[in-house]
């Protein structure tokens, strides 16, 4: 496979993973420290800079990376005034490389919450090992990136391989939509030079057999919107009837936005027309692993899903724009809720957005709907607005198609899937602007079944493994051009 032999970088990987006569326990043991740490996203955790997890989480994957010796490494926190830390190693390029730009690796170290309900022998904050899988908050979703591109980059050099000049660059922000990295990539504009191939190991795929690119990302657009309708609350006996209910007025704006009967989102801005690329992908992608929609979510019995067709469901995951009311509150527990008519109602409104919708006019249009003609003259709010636009992959330069071609072949011995993600990664629209003739390689670990955000959150240390491998592959591919 090219320069680098494939059972010399896959020895390599491994004993870097396990730490088989390195003395230091290797990958999983320092990514076990490292799930141990509640390193909340900002957004989840407003004391994040008191408590100081974030920044032991950077502190904690600096040593190991240190302990790697790759030669000429640089290795720095970077802590902006205000904004939650970022860990960049920059390692200069192989002989012969130096004239093919940088390589830039993305992961992020920040979790999200550690929920209720994880299984018995099972936490957040608890690494488990069992029968190849690494269980706890992050491990996953995806503190093992950092691992896997420095694993990586030690396996093209201990092969024999070149790589151009790489900068492993992790974030403690991405949970919270990545708020601080336009500040940061500013601050290392001129130090990142030019970038000429991105890899992200924030994504994952549909199964652990072969390599997943994620060619489209959604956008988002969020805000928390309150109707008031009274300065304090008064018994339904005395008002209901007379003073509307804030709910039901959030109800009618509600409507203005989403048809209810089939969840579409009404807004011109928030609909774009689907490439056909991506529908056939889908209809591919249905063929070719029947059933694989369906069985990632567990149903009660008799629910259905939006469609019987899982092509169509694909789509609707990955290029039609969707609510979900993801919080709430005004409302009591039921269990507490008095005969009372109440002041106000909050909702959360989480909008995905098609990968090429406008998200700064989504907002316009969203904003103008809840606040224009409100019913009855309630008093609406608008806060905690978030605005991100999604991103699609640039076509494959003929390097980087060979390379994995190649990778199909040599470490999982099927092609690599393609597919579109119904998440955000902000950071992919962002590199996409800032870089436009980068080659991107968005990747990595994560399984249907990975429980990402949820409770038993799991790493398949052995895909991981595999996913590392590829990337060796994929950064000596590009050294040679």
Not at 59 to 67: L, N, T
Request: glycine content about 12%; some cysteine.
């Amino acid at each position: 496979m090219g320069e680098l032999g494939v059972r010399q970088v896959r020895e390599i990987v491994a004993r870097g993973w396990d730490g088989a006569g390195n003395g230091d326990g290797g990958a999983v043991a320092s990514l076990s420290g490292l799930i141990g740490i509640p390193a909340l996203s900002p957004a989840f955790d407003a004391g994040w800079a008191a408590s100081g997890h974030l920044d032991a989480a950077a502190e904690h994957v600096r040593d190991w990376i240190a302990s790697r010796n790759l030669p000429g490494a640089q290795l720095e926190i970077i802590r902006l005034d205000g904004r939650s830390p970022l860990l960049v190693a920059d390692i200069p390029a192989t002989p012969g490389a130096e004239d093919r730009g940088t390589v830039l690796l993305y992961g992020h170290l920040d979790k999200q919450p550690p929920f209720e309900g994880w299984s018995d022998g099972l936490g957040p904050w608890q690494p488990v090992q069992r029968d190849g899988r690494l269980y706890g908050r992050g491990s996953a979703d995806d503190g093992y990136s950092g691992y896997a591109a420095v694993t990586a980059l030690e396996a093209v050099r201990g092969a024999g391989g070149g790589h151009a000049r790489a900068v492993v660059l992790l974030e403690t922000g991405e949970e919270s939509g990545s708020p601080d990295l336009p500040a940061y990539l500013e601050h290392l504009a001129g130090r990142l030079g030019d970038v000429t191939l991105v890899v992200c190991l924030d994504a994952g795929g549909g199964d652990y057999s072969r390599l997943w690119l994620t060619n489209s990302l959604r956008g988002m657009v969020a805000v928390t919107v309150t109707v008031r309708v009274l300065d304090a609350p008064l018994h339904s006996g005395t008002a209901s009837g007379i003073v509307p209910s804030s709910f039901r007025v959030l109800r009618l704006l509600l409507d203005r936005i989403e048809e209810s009967a089939t969840g579409g989102i009404l807004l011109p801005a928030f609909n774009v027309p689907i490439p056909d690329g991506a529908r056939q992908a889908a209809r591919d992608t249905a063929q070719t692993q029947p059933g694989s929609v369906r069985s990632q979510f567990r149903l009660p019995a008799g629910m259905q899903l939006t469609s019987d067709d899982e092509a169509e469901l694909i789509l609707s995951n990955t290029w039609r724009p969707t609510l979900s009311v993801t919080g709430a509150a005004g409302m009591p527990e039921p269990a507490a809720a008095g005969n009372v008519l109440r002041s106000a109602t909050s909702l959360r409104l989480s909008f995905r957005l098609p990968p090429t919708a406008v998200s700064a006019d989504a907002l316009g249009e969203l904003i103008t709907a809840l606040t224009a003609d409100v019913p009855y003259g309630a008093e609406v709010t608008i806060s905690d607005v978030q605005a991100e636009d999604g991103w699609t992959a640039p076509a494959a330069a003929p390097w980087l198609a060979a390379a994995l071609d190649r990778v199909g072949q040599d470490v999982f011995t099927q092609a690599p899937g393609g597919l579109g993600v119904g998440g955000s990664i902000p950071f992919m629209g962002l590199l996409g602007r800032t870089y436009p003739r980068a080659q991107f390689v968005v990747t990595g670990a994560l399984g249907a079944d990975s429980n990402m955000h949820v409770p038993d959150e799991w790493l398949n240390v052995p895909f991981a493994q595999q996913v590392t491998e590829a990337i060796a592959h994929i950064v000596d591919a590009h050294s040679r051009g």
